[in-house]
């Protein structure tokens, strides 16, 4: 296992984006709380008694990483998360670190000291550690559940699983624990509906039938987990959620991680940046001979209007098929996000997009990344 100090020595000058594993940035996170609770920091940390908040605590930070230490060796490379944000950590926590070990010095660190930075930095590695806890429990439930031989096995384990995790709910961090267990439930529900001779009988006969799947597996399932199972985050930068939009190919792999399950089952090969006509689609899908190109593109993107003829059908020809769906992501907000500016909805948006090809068959998705309003605020 990697020290801390392995860690900020391989950051790039430009802090350039790199891989780091869940056992990383619980090491990250690790030494951020430490440094923070030094003395000399006192007047400023938000741990002391009284200046606590629910979404920055004691309890919160020692939970999240002690789950992190509880992830088998074989499991840590499951999720991998590249951010400058992370690295700029990774060098402030560092700065207040080499201080904390001098005695003197104090005119330099008043000078380049920010508390607010500093909560932000914790707040970051706070959430980055819960999406990838959720990513690897959720993947570790789904690769279980292949294993296990039918439905009532299934639903055993599943059960089981959510009865543990209610029996031992003091030991868990309490965001991470409503997610994972709204997503058992759902997983609970599901697997409730499911008839066993329903495996054997799904079959695509045509590439019409594999794209209406794909297309109601994104507005329902991948929908769902972005509104009601805290993905929005996923999709942002900032904490906040509201101000700094991630890269389309950041994206990628959480949306495949939703709709994998689900084609898994049903014999659907799901690939990432399969390289074709000059370029590399997001995801295909593929089923026997048919195959679906999917293209994502967030709202502000300069071409977004033009894509879909250009970039989307480019990879179809490529991949020798006449289905696709351009996939958009809404960004905009009234509180946050003001792009794009010449749209005032993704409906909107969608009515200006004009499909020049008849003889193709596309499929336009609005998907609202924004921060959902809670319910309490919600009257």
């Known amino acids: 296992m990697k020290s801390f100090g392995e860690i900020y020595t391989s950051i790039s000058s430009n802090f350039e984006p790199q891989n780091r594993t869940l056992s990383e940035i619980g090491i990250i996170l690790t030494k951020a709380y430490s440094v923070y609770k030094h003395p000399k920091f006192e007047r400023f940390s938000p741990f002391t008694p009284g200046n606590q908040t629910e979404e920055l605590n004691r309890t919160t930070v020692e939970r999240l990483t002690w789950e992190i230490q509880q992830i088998k060796t074989n499991d840590n490379g499951k999720y991998i998360v590249a951010s400058e944000g992370i690295e700029r950590a990774i060098a402030d926590i560092q700065t207040l ?25 914790l707040k970051y590695l706070i959430e980055i550690s819960r999406q990838g806890l959720l990513f690897t429990h959720q993947k570790n439930i789904q690769e279980h559940l292949k294993e296990l031989p039918d439905k009532e096995a299934k639903l055993n384990y599943l059960n089981n699983t959510l009865f543990s995790l209610k029996q031992n709910v003091k030991l868990w961090d309490k965001k991470l624990y409503e997610t994972l267990t709204a997503f058992l439930d759902v997983e609970v529900q599901k697997w409730e509906k499911f008839t066993e ?63 994998k399950p689900y084609c898994d089952e049903l014999g659907i090969r799901i690939v990432r940046e399969n390289s074709v006509a000059n370029g590399k689609i997001d995801i ?96």
């Not at 005695?103 to 607010?116: G, L």
């Open 97 to 121: 670190n080499v201080y904390s070990l001098n005695p003197n010095d104090a005119e330099h660190f008043e000078s380049i000291f920010n508390s607010a930075k500093m909560d932000a930095n």
């Open 197 to 259: 001779s329903k495996e054997s009988q799904v079959e695509f006969k045509s590439a019409d039938q594999l794209h209406d799947f794909i297309v109601k597996l994104i507005k329902e399932r991948l929908s769902h987990n972005i509104r009601y199972l805290e993905g929005y985050r996923v999709f942002w930068r900032d904490e906040p959620c509201q101000t700094q939009p991630k890269k389309e190919n950041e994206i990628q792999p959480y949306i495949k991680s939703i709709l």
């Open 284 to 379: 295909t899908f593929s089923y026997l001979n048919f195959t679906i190109c999917l293209e994502i593109k967030k709202a502000h993107h300069q071409d977004i209007l033009t894509a879909i003829n250009t970039q989307l059908t480019e990879y179809m020809i490529g991949e020798e098929t006449q289905y696709g769906i351009y996939l958009i992501l809404w960004y905009k907000s009234e509180s946050g996000y003001n792009k794009p500016t010449s749209h005032v909805n993704i409906e909107e948006l969608i009515g200006h997009i004009e499909i020049e090809r008849d003889d193709y068959k596309y499929q336009i998705i609005g998907l609202d990344c924004t921060k959902p309003i809670s319910p309490s605020k919600n009257k």
